[in-house]
C-alpha cells in the first residue's frame, strides 16, 4: 500500500491542528468585550491565518511536485470521485477563509502585523461598505471548511473502522 510522503503527512497534521486553533481562537475572541485580551487574540488568529496560508501553499506545491498514491483499488469510483473533490474543495477553502479574512482585516482598516515583526501590504483599504460582505463571506467560508473537514474526518473513520482498508493509515505518522 502506497503512502503518503512524510512531507505531506507532517503538513496535513500541522494544518489540521492550526485550523483547529485558529477556529477555536476566532471562537472565543468574537464574543469577548473589547480589551486587551481580545486584541491580542485578534493578533494570534491572523498569525495563524497568515500561517495557515503560507503551509498550505507549501504543501500544495509539495502534492504537485512529489504527488499522491492512487486511491486503493478496492474504492468504487464514486468513491475516488468523492474523495478527489473533497480534496480539491479543501484546498480551495484553505486558501479561501484566510484570504478572506485578511481582506476583512484589510476593509475593516487594521493591519496585518505577522508575529508582530512586519506588516503585510495592505490590498484593500479601509472600506465601510465592503467590510460586512467580506466578514460575512469569511464566517460562511469557515463554516464550510467546518463541514467539509466534517466530512473528511467521517469518511476517513469509515475507512479505518468499517471498511478496514488501509485508507487513513496511508496519513498516519509513523509506521
Do not use: C
Amino acid at each position: 500500500m502506497q503512502r503518503y510522503t512524510r512531507l505531506s503527512i507532517f503538513f496535513h497534521w500541522l494544518i489540521a491542528i492550526l485550523i483547529v486553533a485558529a477556529f477555536a481562537l476566532g471562537s472565543v475572541m468574537t464574543d469577548m468585550k473589547i480589551s486587551p485580551t481580545k486584541l491580542q487574540y485578534y493578533s494570534w488568529h491572523k498569525w495563524l491565518g497568515v500561517t495557515i496560508l503560507g503551509l498550505v501553499a507549501l504543501r500544495l506545491l509539495t502534492r504537485l511536485f512529489s504527488g499522491a498514491p492512487a486511491h486503493l483499488d478496492s474504492l468504487k469510483k464514486w468513491e475516488k470521485q468523492v474523495a478527489s473533490g473533497t480534496h480539491a474543495l479543501l484546498y480551495l477553502l484553505m486558501f479561501a477563509v484566510p484570504l478572506s479574512g485578511y481582506f476583512y482585516t484589510s476593509a475593516a482598516g487594521f493591519p496585518v502585523v505577522y508575529l508582530g515583526l512586519f506588516e503585510l501590504p495592505t490590498i484593500i483599504g479601509p472600506n465601510p461598505e465592503l467590510k460586512p460582505l467580506l466578514k460575512e463571506l469569511h464566517e460562511m467560508l469557515t463554516t464550510v471548511i467546518l463541514v467539509v473537514v466534517g466530512l473528511h474526518v467521517a469518511a476517513a473513520l469509515k475507512h479505518h473502522f468499517i471498511d478496514k482498508d488501509g485508507t487513513m493509515q496511508r496519513m498516519l505518522p509513523g509506521k
